[in-house]
């Protein structure tokens, strides 16, 4: 009975495949457990949609001030994940491939953002790119501000969200098999080569889910954005605004349009993403 577990569970393993819901003790209990947080996080999030007018959201996202800010959110958050996209893709690729001495250390520093303050992530990076420090006077020399500007945005969001960007890519590249990777280099093609026909097709999935995840995540920044540009205002401030100067009636309806648009492109993305995936 024991050889027939073990290879059921290796032929689950080497399919990747998950088991089949039963209705025993185990899952039952698991399931109830997970119900709770589950509707946990969805009961607020629906509440608050379903409690709002259609026709003051409409007249909500007819407000130049509120459109201009939803347009900034996504723009400054898409052009973060570029950035990150263009300079975090290639360190994972190190972090996934390559063993020198440090590595524990860079991949814990990459995290840090996660864990600390937010607001405290907007100080410090006000002494990097403040207009008395070093780099604000080397970007303000050609013409680049952060304080204030799109510019301090789109740093916040990056400094914040890349983590996510960075360990999904790794994850992505460590499943590539090095044995494929080998043979291309047998066969006569570059690293260059090697990676954008080999690591970086097979990796991809990963890498989109997690340039998905830094975007939704820069998008929905509010703590180290506040600290570096409160001016112009993106979504997430503009909601602290309106709710600090008018009350709750007045940030609602921006707060739910916020949810839809961020919660629509999200499913969107993800659906196209593992589009064709057996779940």
Do not use: C
């Not at 290796?10 to 947080?37: E, H, M």
């Amino acid at each position: 009975m024991t050889r027939n577990l073990e290879k059921k569970g290796d032929a689950g393993i080497k399919t990747g495949r998950s088991f089949r819901l039963s209705f025993n003790g185990l899952n039952l209990v698991f399931l109830l457990l997970g119900g709770l947080i589950l509707a946990f996080i969805a009961v607020p999030i629906l509440k608050m949609i379903l409690a709002a007018n259609p026709s003051i959201l409409f007249d909500s996202l007819r407000d130049s001030e509120v459109a201009k800010s939803i347009v900034l959110t996504l723009y400054a958050a898409l052009i973060a994940t570029v950035i990150g996209f263009a300079l975090g893709v290639p360190l994972a690729y190190l972090l996934a491939k390559t063993h020198f001495p440090g590595k524990r250390l860079i991949e814990g520093l990459i995290d840090l953002p996660i864990v600390i303050p937010h607001s405290a992530a907007g100080i410090a990076l006000l002494f990097v790119f403040g207009r008395n420090f070093f780099m604000g006077k080397a970007f303000d020399s050609v013409g680049i501000r952060f304080l204030d500007s799109l510019a301090g945005i789109v740093i916040a969001m990056l400094f914040v969200s890349v983590p996510f960007l960075i360990d999904s890519a790794k994850e992505g590249f460590q499943k590539v098999d090095p044995r494929l990777e080998n043979v291309a280099r047998t066969l006569g093609a570059s690293p260059w080569q090697t990676f954008g026909r080999v690591s970086f097709p097979l990796a991809w999935r990963s890498i989109m889910a997690g340039n998905i995840m830094m975007w939704a995540r820069g998008m929905s920044e509010f703590g180290a954005v506040i600290i570096i540009a409160y001016h112009p205002m993106i979504a997430p401030v503009l909601v602290y605004e309106k709710f600090e100067t008018y009350g709750l009636n007045y940030a609602r309806p921006i707060a739910v349009l916020l949810i839809l648009i961020s919660m629509i492109v999200f499913v969107v993305l993800r659906f196209l993403l593992y589009r064709g995936e057996k779940a």
